[in-house]
């Protein structure tokens, strides 16, 4: 089955770190695009990150540049998202998701999210 | 930044056909994609490429994409229809619409 779960969600406050985690299977994880989108509570989705197969290119949304960092390791099958200088509204549910092949592609695989609260 | 404009919300009738809209500077010459999300759920792809359907997905779901408008129609609508859809294209990055929610009466 493939299946992308997230884990490293939790409470932290105003200007701390967390580290988000997603763990692939069912599918050749090196193969693929990879993507962070977040839900803010009662709000619309907002793309965060994603990354190359390869690790080789990394892009990011200017309300993160600089304070978050994704990457992936392979071998592991997982992708991460360091998260630095936290503010209240990265309060968040953050799922990772699969690109399909292609240009311009569609998230075709979503995790079932991770909740990250900002708050003192 | 591309702005993707979706009506809040929808109303149809079971049975009937919902039409929701998402409009943008000439989406037409855009890849429209549409994700389905239930409450505490996370988003499922349920149109791709303006008008592609994922297996799965039914056949009651489908999608179109002209001018300013990109349209995804639900057909025959069920109770279990009911959930927030959004649209999404990639411009310099990506972009989601606001959103819409359907609700069935």
């Known amino acids: 089955e493939v299946q992308l779960v997230e884990s490293g969600g939790g409470l932290v406050q105003p200007g701390g770190s967390l580290r988000l985690s997603c763990a692939a299977s069912?599918?050749?994880?090196?193969?693929?695009?990879m993507s962070w989108v977040r839900q803010a509570p009662g709000k619309g989705l907002e793309w965060v990150a994603n990354?190359?197969?390869?690790?080789?290119?990394?892009y990011y949304v200017d309300s993160v540049k600089g304070r978050f960092t994704i990457s992936r390791d392979n071998a592991k099958n997982s992708l991460y998202l360091q998260m630095n200088s936290l503010r209240a509204e990265d309060t968040a549910v953050y799922y990772c998701?699969?690109?399909?092949?292609?240009?311009?592609?569609?998230?075709?695989?979503w995790g079932q999210g991770t909740m990250v609260t900002v708050s003192s | 930044s591309y702005v993707l404009t979706q009506p809040p919300s929808v109303s149809v009738a079971p049975g009937k056909t919902a039409r929701i809209t998402c409009g943008g500077n000439?989406?037409?010459?855009?890849?429209v994609h549409w994700y389905q999300q239930k409450p505490g759920q996370a988003p499922v792809l349920v149109i791709y490429y303006d008008s592609d359907r994922p297996s799965g997905i039914p056949e009651r779901f489908s999608g179109s994409n002209s001018g300013n408008t990109a349209t995804l129609t639900i057909s025959r609508v069920e109770a279990g229809d009911e959930a927030d859809y959004y649209c999404?294209?990639?411009?310099?990055?990506?972009?989601f619409g606001g959103g819409t929610k359907l609700t069935v009466l």
């Open positions: 069912g599918f050749t994880f090196s193969s693929y695009w």
């Open positions: 000439n989406i037409g010459s855009k890849s």
């Open positions: 990354i190359k197969q390869d690790g080789s290119e990394k």
């Open positions: 998701a699969r690109e399909h092949y292609g240009d311009f592609p569609p998230f075709d695989i």
């Open positions: 999404q294209v990639w411009d310099s990055r990506v972009g």
